[in-house]
């Protein structure tokens, strides 16, 4: 019974492709989130979400499309994939918005743009 | 400064020790902090909450200190599972529904046998 699942868990693609990641929670929480970890193994927030509709929009690129259908799910897509795309892209749900409640993360999905 | 900051370490251990980790977090208004645990390839997960008083779980103890705007981890007994890279999380508060939860860079930690 995994709470929060992304895939792909691994995603190699050229430069300039599209590809989306899905995530899903089964923890009824409201809030949902991306996370870019980068080389250097820092954890950055790129989007939240409450219920379906955008919180935070951390200055990422508009190559970045965030799509919410439902408060369960939270998929990016990105568009025109480039070197600096490559890192690990955790989604994340939490009970409450604003910083007040731990995140739950998912197992993250590795990207590679050759 | 970094708004939360922690030595990358790496602290390297023997079996049985007691290591003490320590953060500082720029943001006086912050509210909400939690240590969390990141295997290597693996997603973080939350270790403990840390709250005002101090709180303790196990071998694990977390303190936080406002004045100076810092929190700690302390792990008594260190065991070879313990090894892995720490994150300091506060919540950068500024008032409403854009405060995030904001995660320092990690120390790792490796537990010789």
């Known amino acids: 019974d995994t709470a929060v699942s992304q895939t792909p868990k691994y995603l190699v693609t050229q430069m300039g492709n599209d590809k989306s990641i899905k995530c899903e929670q089964n923890l009824g929480h409201d809030t949902m989130y991306w996370y870019k970890q980068d080389s250097k193994k820092f954890l950055k927030i790129m989007f939240s979400y409450n219920n379906k509709e955008l919180i935070i929009n951390e200055t990422v690129p508009n190559r970045f499309s965030p799509k919410s259908p439902d408060k369960a799910h939270l998929n990016l897509h990105i568009n025109s994939l480039e070197l600096g795309d490559s890192a690990v892209y955790f989604c994340?749900?939490?009970?409450?918005?604003?910083?007040?409640?731990?995140?739950?993360f998912g197992n993250g999905t590795r990207l590679t743009v050759t | 400064r970094k708004e939360v900051e922690q030595d990358p370490g790496p602290f390297n251990v023997p079996e049985g020790a007691t290591v003490a980790f320590n953060c500082t977090y720029s943001?006086?208004?912050?509210?909400?902090f939690f240590w969390y645990r990141q295997d290597c390839r693996k997603e973080p997960k939350l270790l403990m909450s840390?709250?005002?008083s101090g709180n303790e779980d196990g071998r694990f103890t977390a303190q936080l200190n406002r004045a100076s705007q810092y929190i700690s981890l302390l792990i008594r007994d260190s065991k070879l599972s313990d090894s892995a890279t720490y994150l300091c999380v506060v919540n950068q508060n500024y008032g409403g529904a854009t405060n995030k939860l904001i995660f320092g860079t990690g120390t790792l930690l490796a537990v010789q046998p």
């Open positions: 994340a749900s939490s009970q409450e918005q604003g910083g007040s409640s731990p995140l739950h």
């Open positions: 943001n006086s208004a912050s509210q909400s």
């Open positions: 840390v709250y005002s």
